[in-house]
């Protein structure tokens, strides 16, 4: 058997086991996670707010469209981003209208208001963010 032939057997023997440990690959933890992908525009400025612990979080809402134009229909997706320096300042600075790509981890809460009714609600906390469009600003062509 060649030398690389033999360098390959444990990688080899890796892949066939990972069949039996599907997440051996992953460094995340092995808990459920549900993920959403939102392709949407941004509603309005990103707003930074302080959790109770202390923790500044990045709030923004992005706007996506389905369905045919004449029954076109719009979800609100509002998204929580636990980013620090720089990656908060670009979030921050992103205009209404951009056009997003976000990828995150999605979570139902729920509770009772003040009336006992059960109300619940979509979290969705930020993996992954990508300008795709920036909107139009005739301000800022050159002339």
Do not use: C
């Amino acid at each position: 058997m060649s030398a690389f032939a033999s360098s390959l057997r444990p990688t080899l023997r890796a892949a066939s086991g990972a069949a039996l440990s599907a997440r051996s690959f992953s460094s995340s933890s092995s808990r459920s996670v549900a993920r959403l992908i939102i392709t949407g525009r941004l509603a309005a400025q990103p707003e930074l707010q302080a959790t109770s612990s202390g923790r500044e979080v990045v709030k923004y809402t992005v706007a996506s469209h389905h369905g045919p134009s004449s029954k076109r229909q719009t979800s609100w997706f509002k998204v929580s981003a636990f980013v620090e320096g720089n990656q908060r300042e670009f979030i921050s600075g992103l205009q209404q209208g951009t056009l997003l790509f976000v990828e995150g981890d999605a979570s139902i809460r729920q509770w009772e208001d003040a009336e006992g009714r059960k109300q619940s609600a979509l979290n969705v906390v930020q993996r992954s963010l990508e300008v795709l469009k920036r909107p139009y600003n005739p301000e800022e062509s050159s002339d």
